[in-house]
């Protein structure tokens, strides 16, 4: 497949995914940049470590900025957005593999609960489309 075609196909996959999917993704590659910061400190990458942890910062920035507010679950994933905020600040200026090793388990957990949530979702609507 050439570039152009993957490109094309990539765009088309994102553009048709449902919110849940969307989420999911996002906390993917969070938790993949993540990892990819933790790889490149034990190899003393720092250029890749930094570039993996702004990236880590704009995906959470992203997650709180498009938090709708009507829901009262919001106000708790705004706090856990500003703590991942917090902690990946600590990362980043500490270069330390122990704030990784502290919040990546709580955004895997947070992923999971969505997929789950996601799932329950797709049950009922299927349920009702019967």
Not at 7 to 19: E, L, R
Not at 53 to 70: A, F, G, H, M, P
Not at 98 to 122: G, M, Q, Y
Request: net charge positive; glycine share 2%; charged share 35%.
């Amino acid at each position: 497949m050439n570039q152009y075609g993957y490109q094309q196909y990539k765009t088309q996959s994102i553009n048709t995914m449902t919110k849940a999917e969307m989420l999911i993704l996002l906390y993917d590659e969070l938790i993949k940049r993540l990892t990819r910061a933790e790889m490149a400190l034990k190899n003393q990458n720092y250029t890749l470590f930094d570039e993996s942890v702004k990236r880590c910062r704009e995906i959470v920035d992203y997650l709180s900025s498009t938090l709708d507010k009507k829901y009262a679950v919001s106000k708790d994933l705004e706090r856990m957005y500003e703590y991942f905020q917090f902690e990946l600040a600590r990362l980043s200026a500490g270069r330390k593999t122990e704030v990784i090793a502290e919040i990546k388990p709580l955004i895997i957990e947070l992923r999971d609960t969505f997929k789950e949530a996601d799932k329950i979702n797709s049950g009922e609507r299927a349920a009702k489309s019967k």
